[in-house]
């Protein structure tokens, strides 16, 4: 079946410093990217997305890529602050439906003050 | 306040022992669904729900029941809960259709209701 891998499980960066997770697809049909940030007991909320016919999004420190032939894209997170630290899933769209998701195993973000 | 609500929060039940977890929202959205989250394997899809009287499985739907009688309101039905059915569950709502400036796409999460099955 389809799947989204999404790497490294757990990172770990100085504060201030810059965060890269990196996520892969499979379906060459998916269309939309979200990106969602789950703090400790909470539900996730997305942050940012992107659809395949753009190949960056920026949001303030945070920013999207998307390499469709490669079937990779990134959530980069610059200047990082001590609440950034959450857990991070990335998801990609099952074919042309932007409401079902496959979702990576989520990347645990720490921020050492 | 634009909300999704899950209840309980916390459930510690016994297998076989049917149990409901109720989900609200009051966004007016269309489309509402359920995950449930296990460690090392993301959001998993139990069931969703495109509008009023539709429903569908996801991924995972086995041992889950659903229904969609209101608009606002998903509940998820556990008839006869296993220990391989404790984890976190989540319910989450999006809008679904076109709405002008608003990203449709959103899913708007629950707080989560952690289920132990024992």
């Known amino acids: 079946g389809e799947n989204v891998e999404q790497h490294p499980s757990t990172l770990s960066v100085q504060e201030g410093d810059s965060a890269v997770i990196k996520c892969t697809y499979s379906d060459s049909a998916s269309n939309y990217f979200p990106w969602y940030k789950q703090e400790l007991g909470k539900g996730p909320q997305l942050i940012i997305d992107i659809r395949s016919n753009v190949g960056e999004k920026k949001d303030q420190r945070i920013a999207v890529t998307l390499n469709k032939t490669a079937k990779h894209f990134s959530l980069h997170i610059t200047e990082t602050q001590p609440e950034d630290s959450a857990v991070y899933f990335c998801?990609?769209?099952?074919?042309?439906?932007?409401?079902?998701?496959?979702w990576g195993a989520g990347t645990k973000l720490i921020i050492k003050p | 306040e634009a909300q999704v609500t899950q209840n309980p929060r916390y459930l510690i039940t016994v297998t076989g022992k049917k149990l409901t977890v109720t989900c609200s929202q009051n966004?007016?959205?269309?489309?509402m669904s359920w995950y449930r989250q296990d460690p090392g394997l993301g959001l998993r899809q139990i069931y969703y729900s495109m509008n009023v009287e539709v429903t569908d499985k996801g991924d995972v739907p086995e041992g889950y029941k659903v229904s969609r009688k209101e608009k606002r309101n998903f509940p998820l039905i556990l008839e006869s809960p296993s220990p391989n059915q404790t984890s976190l569950y989540f319910c989450?709502?999006?809008?679904?259709?076109?709405?002008?400036?608003?990203?449709?796409?959103?899913?708007?999460f629950g707080p989560g209701t952690r289920l132990t099955v024992l």
């Open positions: 989450a709502s999006s809008l679904s259709r076109v709405a002008g400036w608003e990203n449709t796409d959103t899913q708007y």
């Open positions: 998801a990609a769209s099952i074919g042309g439906s932007n409401y079902q998701l496959i």
């Open positions: 966004m007016n959205h269309e489309y």
